[in-house]
């Protein structure tokens, strides 16, 4: 036997094939997902599109319109990029039942109703801008607090 952290290993379990989920403490496939947590992915997808729009957007708007400093716009771009493959991270995370997709979607969505409530707010507000990010923003941390999406990501300790 081979000590590994807090762990024994034993050989045994290294010889069971590794397409058995159950041998190695995987999470259920997504036939078994619950009906919540795959609507938390559905929100959390949606917003990935938005985003993933919202870089096309900007990328069309730093190419045809006069700007005051093209290195803003390219690191706006690189942010909105970056954000995006969060957001498809934090898909994939759901689809896995990942235990660290809580908090991953929680900030963001704590960063999105920051957002959101700014566009209420200002000379230049945009109320339905500010629907738009502060919906699915409720939604997904309602989703969050549910029990079948707490139990489907809580992270199981080998035996």
Do not use: K
Not at 1 to 8: K, P, Q
Not at 38 to 59: I, Q, S
Not at 71 to 83: D, E, K, P, R
Not at 150 to 158: D, L
Request: some cysteine.
């Amino acid at each position: 036997m081979v000590a590994y952290g807090e762990h024994l290993i034993n050989r045994s379990v290294w010889d069971v094939s590794v397409s058995e989920p159950a041998a190695f403490g995987e999470r259920t496939p997504r036939s078994r997902m619950p009906l919540l947590l795959r609507a938390l992915a559905l929100v959390v997808l949606l917003e990935a599109v938005a985003m993933l729009a919202v870089v096309v957007l900007l990328v069309m708007e730093l190419l045809t319109s006069p700007v005051a400093s093209f290195a803003s716009g390219i690191a706006i771009i690189v942010i909105a990029v970056l954000a995006a493959i969060w957001l498809l991270a934090m898909f994939a995370g759901i689809l896995g039942a990942r235990g660290w997709i809580r908090g991953a979607v929680f900030t963001w969505q704590l960063i999105q109703l920051a957002l959101a409530v700014g566009c209420f707010q200002g000379v230049f507000s945009q109320p339905t801008i500010g629907l738009l990010l502060l919906i699915p923003s409720v939604v997904a941390i309602a989703l969050l607090f549910t029990p079948p999406v707490m139990n489907a990501t809580r992270r199981v300790e080998p035996s």
